[in-house]
């Protein structure tokens, strides 16, 4: 069974830098094909992707957010962690992890399909 | 960066009926990469449908996804209490960025 959690700060001030980092478990980013993304959700507003990171340590950025942005991961420890700098009110948000994974046999990519519940981020002083 | 927009924005309906929800992408979609998530408040998007028509493990068969190229459409056959709730259309690549649509309410009339 795949799970995944998001833990960090429930409240950051302004210009301060967000580490979140999710724990996992059933799979295992060493094994070729896995990835884990981050997407966030402000309240009340839709879906934004953040990033991705794959078994092969290939790292993607959001546009926008790419200078703010750093992914990365313990394999040892089922761990991806995500830092997020210079945090601000409009950063308030829920962010998810979630797995994603590429099937090496057919070469076809799937979306992620197991989420974390989400973590709340709130962005004040 | 490709861009996905979503129609109607809410769509009210009564149990039983059929719900249309659509999905137009800025560009072609390469390997019909698109996916339908359902979100319901307080918790986290559930994968609906994968590669444009494909269900996810566990969707009842009244979910159906179709389109390809830049026009994409989830289509729910006859509607249950449960399946009110948000709908997000993701366009999902190799090399990303990847993108979500700005999500479709559907509602009980």
């Known amino acids: 069974q795949v799970t995944l959690r998001e833990s960090g700060p429930a409240l950051v001030k302004p210009t301060q830098t967000l580490t979140l980092t999710c724990t996992f478990s059933g799979f295992s980013l060493s094994t070729s094909g896995m990835c884990v993304s981050w997407i966030r959700q402000p309240p009340g507003k839709a879906l934004e992707w953040l990033a991705r990171?794959?078994?092969?340590?290939?790292?993607f950025y959001s546009t926008p957010l790419k200078t703010r942005l750093t992914i990365s991961k313990d394999t040892s420890k089922n761990q991806v962690v995500l830092r997020m700098t210079n945090m601000d009110p409009v950063d308030t948000a829920t962010y998810y992890c979630?797995?994603?994974?590429?099937?090496?046999?057919?070469?076809?990519?799937?979306?992620?399909?197991?989420w974390g519940q989400g973590t709340l981020v709130t962005v004040s002083s | 960066e490709i861009v996905l927009t979503q129609s109607p924005g809410t769509l009210s309906l009564s149990p039983g009926e059929r719900a249309t929800l659509s999905c137009r992408a800025s560009?072609?979609?390469?390997?019909?990469?698109l996916a339908w998530y359902q979100q319901k408040p307080g918790q986290a998007p559930r994968l609906l449908i994968y590669g444009a028509s494909s269900r996810a493990t566990g969707i009842p068969d009244r979910f159906s996804g179709s389109g390809s190229g830049t026009d994409f459409t989830l289509t729910i056959s006859r509607l249950e209490p449960e399946d009110f709730a948000v709908y997000y259309c993701q366009q999902y690549v190799a090399s990303p960025p990847d993108t979500f649509g700005q999500g479709a309410k559907l509602e009980i009339k």
């Open positions: 990171i794959d078994w092969d340590d290939d790292k």
């Open positions: 979630a797995r994603m994974r590429k099937s090496l046999v057919s070469n076809t990519w799937f979306p992620p399909d197991c």
């Open positions: 560009q072609s979609l390469s390997s019909s990469y």
